[in-house]
């Protein structure tokens, strides 16, 4: 008996007659096969037959008047058959084998190689958006089109490639170095003002000056060209230069007299989360929405595999808290005369403030500053030119 006849399915048989040499030969002129055909005694024998030939068998045998009867059944058939009693273990084999052919086709797990400078997780997350994420075809992660937008996405590298191993995408990377970079970022420059002024100092190192000490400059405008005319060819650079400008600012201020902070804060509760990739269930009988008095911190704890894979699944345990408000008031304007100054020197480049000038109302809601500040300070900003190839494109 063959794999066939086993994948078909048999029945083990016991054939009783008066004269069994007669139906043997009977069921051998039918050209019913039986197999392994053994003789218990002189009335009765046993065989094995295939399962379709069993209805022929027997209308043959019982038109002689012979009797047969089944006495087991063999057979990767009647295995198969018998799975329709356990449905949860046959589920899981459908399951399991399903997961078996489509799971090699995705990307489950990302990993980084030849990185030192640039951060793993900064490669990863520039990946995903580039479409080398969790779940994605492993065709299109090997295209050209998903490595050029990665290159294109971080300058600092030089050579990025994407290669698959079973269920793990390996972007292997090289970085530029130092020198590199400065080449892929340095072009054709202009120095412009940051802010209106009057220019009390001005260094150029590199660069053709359009300006001098004593004159009045508009916010934008060009101070040092990056173009420099040699006579026979200009020349194009990145313009460098220091130019320090008297400069004013008026600031104005608003805010409520009276506000409310935190008291105290005390443990409100605690939620959980499944977290999939970057979709949430939550398990709690809530929404999640609470009130602006609620303090949240969160925990996720991500499911990791033996080789230090880490799979996009996580519980999130959220940990609420209770504060309690309580309603304060400003006395006077000395903290917003303090704060005016200090956001000032944080919008400038360098510089320090050489005069101020404050007037404070007040009513019973608001309070209200207008500050006006004289200013010595940096006022040069790079600006990079646009760059036209011959045919009139951007470069």
């Given at each position: 008996?063959?794999?066939?006849?086993?994948?078909?399915?048999?029945?083990?048989?016991?054939?009783s007659?008066?004269?069994?040499?007669?139906?043997?030969?009977?069921?051998?002129?039918a050209?019913?096969?039986?197999?392994?055909v053994?003789?218990?005694?002189?009335?009765?024998?046993?065989?094995?037959?295939l399962?379709?030939?069993?209805?022929?068998?027997?209308?043959l045998?019982v038109?002689?008047?012979?009797?047969?009867?089944?006495?087991?059944?063999?057979?990767?058939?009647?295995?198969?058959l018998?799975?329709?009693?356990?449905?949860?273990?046959?589920?899981?084999?459908?399951?399991?084998?399903?997961?078996?052919?489509?799971?090699?086709?995705?990307?489950?797990?990302?990993?980084?190689?030849?990185?030192?400078?640039?951060p793993?997780?900064?490669i990863?997350?520039?990946?995903?958006?580039?479409?080398?994420?969790?779940?994605?075809?492993?065709r299109?992660?090997r295209?050209?089109?998903v490595k050029?937008?990665?290159?294109?996405?971080?300058?600092?590298?030089?050579?990025?490639g994407?290669?698959?191993?079973?269920?793990?995408?390996?972007?292997?990377?090289?970085?530029?170095?130092?020198?590199?970079?400065?080449?892929?970022?340095?072009?054709?420059?202009?120095?412009?003002?940051?802010t209106?002024?009057?220019?009390?100092?001005?260094?150029?190192i590199?660069?053709?000056?359009?300006?001098?000490?004593?004159?009045?400059v508009?916010?934008?405008?060009?101070?040092?060209?990056g173009?420099?005319?040699?006579?026979?060819?200009?020349?194009?650079?990145a313009?460098?230069?220091?130019?320090?400008?008297?400069?004013?600012?008026?600031?104005?201020?608003?805010?409520?007299?009276?506000?409310?902070k935190?008291?105290?804060?005390?443990?409100?509760?605690?939620?959980?989360?499944?977290?999939?990739?970057?979709?949430?269930?939550?398990?709690?009988?809530?929404?999640?929405?609470?009130?602006?008095?609620?303090?949240?911190?969160?925990?996720?704890?991500?499911?990791?595999?033996?080789?230090?894979?880490?799979?996009?699944?996580?519980?999130?345990?959220?940990?609420?808290?209770?504060?309690?408000?309580?309603?304060?008031?400003?006395?006077?304007?000395?903290?917003?005369?303090?704060?005016?100054?200090?956001?000032?020197?944080?919008?400038?480049?360098?510089?320090?403030?050489?005069?101020?000038?404050?007037?404070?109302?007040?009513?019973?809601?608001?309070?209200?500053?207008?500050?006006?500040?004289?200013c010595?300070?940096?006022?040069?900003?790079?600006?990079?030119?646009?760059?036209?190839?011959?045919?009139?494109?951007?470069?």
């Amino acid at each position: 008996m063959n794999f066939f006849n086993s994948i078909c399915g048999t029945y083990k048989i016991r054939i009783s007659s008066a004269s069994i040499a007669e139906a043997l030969t009977a069921i051998n002129v039918a050209q019913i096969h039986i197999f392994d055909v053994t003789f218990v005694d002189e009335l009765t024998v046993t065989g094995t037959i295939l399962a379709y030939t069993y209805r022929r068998l027997s209308a043959l045998l019982v038109k002689r008047g012979d009797s047969l009867k089944i006495v087991g059944r063999e057979g990767l058939f009647w295995t198969l058959l018998s799975l329709r009693r356990r449905p949860i273990l046959l589920l899981g084999i459908s399951l399991f084998t399903m997961l078996a052919l489509y799971l090699p086709t995705r990307v489950l797990f990302v990993r980084v190689e030849g990185n030192k400078a640039v951060p793993t997780n900064a490669i990863i997350e520039k990946a995903e958006f580039c479409g080398i994420k969790f779940g994605v075809s492993r065709r299109n992660v090997r295209s050209e089109k998903v490595k050029n937008a990665l290159l294109a996405a971080m300058p600092e590298l030089k050579w990025a490639g994407v290669n698959t191993y079973g269920c793990v995408a390996v972007i292997s990377v090289r970085e530029r170095s130092t020198d590199e970079q400065k080449m892929h970022h340095s072009g054709v420059a202009s120095i412009i003002a940051k802010t209106d002024g009057v220019i009390t100092e001005l260094t150029v190192i590199r660069g053709t000056p359009l300006c001098k000490e004593g004159q009045a400059v508009k916010k934008g405008q060009v101070l040092v060209s990056g173009y420099t005319d040699c006579g026979l060819m200009v020349k194009a650079e990145a313009a460098d230069a220091e130019i320090f400008a008297k400069t004013r600012h008026d600031l104005c201020i608003v805010t409520p007299v009276k506000y409310q902070k935190a008291a105290a804060i005390t443990p409100a509760g605690r939620n959980y989360y499944l977290k999939i990739g970057k979709k949430l269930i939550n398990f709690s009988k809530d929404s999640g929405i609470s009130s602006a008095t609620c303090v949240k911190m969160y925990k996720e704890n991500y499911l990791q595999l033996p080789g230090s894979f880490r799979l996009p699944i996580a519980l999130v345990t959220e940990e609420l808290y209770s504060r309690t408000l309580v309603t304060d008031t400003e006395d006077d304007f000395g903290w917003l005369t303090d704060y005016s100054g200090i956001y000032l020197k944080n919008q400038m480049i360098s510089g320090n403030i050489l005069q101020s000038d404050f007037d404070g109302r007040s009513t019973n809601e608001k309070y209200t500053l207008t500050a006006n500040f004289a200013c010595l300070e940096l006022i040069g900003q790079m600006r990079y030119e646009e760059i036209l190839e011959g045919n009139g494109k951007r470069n």
